[in-house]
């Protein structure tokens, strides 16, 4: 009689125990569940849509992409000022403080070539010891429309002259800075701006708005310069 009593002790245990494995199953499922959705919210939340108006006058929203695009103008001129602004120097922007400004308009892995072209325009070839009394302005004569290159890059020429002008000497010396700029567009901007920006720190963050950076330059006659030769 008790091994009886034994046997269907077991057999009343093991729907239980059935039952309890579902029922645990079921939870774990539910809360899957309840994690998933919550994701597909942050998801939705996180990856705005954009409203779309179609030419018929439907509207429809679609999900954002990477904007590589850019219309020619903008870029002509993000190079032109960003130009200007890297080579216009004077007792009130020494080429240090222009260079650390605006060398984030510049890719990272570009910067140091950059850096020692610039300085080879300084008289004494030092960025830290520019004369007080010399003016050094850069005059654009003229910026060609843009080529694309590859996706979201473009190569443009730039005609310029830098003038430099000693002390009281109005007439000054003339050097020409005839380019290929290549600039590709950026995600964000690329210009910090601090609390209580100078002058060139809001100029640097103006033009950056663009979403553009150069990240190759070289001398127009150089005729191996080109996407290619990269």
């Not at 994701?39 to 429809?60: E, F, H, K, M, P």
């Not at 003229?142 to 590859?150: D, E, H, K, L, W």
């Amino acid at each position: 009689m008790q091994l009886l009593k034994s046997e269907n002790k077991k057999t009343s245990i093991l729907p239980m125990f059935a039952v309890g494995t579902l029922g645990l199953h079921v939870l774990t499922l539910l809360v899957l569940m309840f994690h998933w959705t919550i994701l597909q919210r942050l998801n939705r939340q996180t990856t705005l849509q954009s409203l779309v108006q179609l030419i018929d006058g439907r509207a429809i929203t679609v999900d954002p992409q990477e904007n590589l695009e850019r219309y020619p103008e903008a870029i002509r001129r993000f190079v032109g000022e960003t130009m200007t602004l890297m080579l216009t120097w004077s007792q009130q922007q020494p080429p240090k403080t222009v260079w650390e400004i605006s060398s984030q308009l510049v890719t990272e892995d570009f910067q140091p070539k950059l850096a020692a072209e610039i300085t080879n325009l300084i008289p004494g070839k030092q960025l830290e010891n520019f004369n007080k009394s010399t003016e050094q302005i850069l005059v654009i004569q003229r910026i060609s429309q843009p080529t694309q290159v590859a996706p979201g890059k473009w190569r443009l020429q730039m005609v310029a002259n830098q003038l430099i002008f000693h002390g009281s000497d109005r007439l000054g010396e003339s050097i020409p800075v005839n380019k290929h700029i290549f600039v590709q567009a950026t995600d964000e901007i690329v210009a910090a701006l601090p609390n209580a920006p100078v002058p060139l720190q809001l100029a640097a963050f103006r033009i950056s708005e663009a979403r553009l950076q150069i990240y190759r330059i070289c001398d127009i006659k150089d005729k191996s310069c080109s996407e290619s030769s990269l």
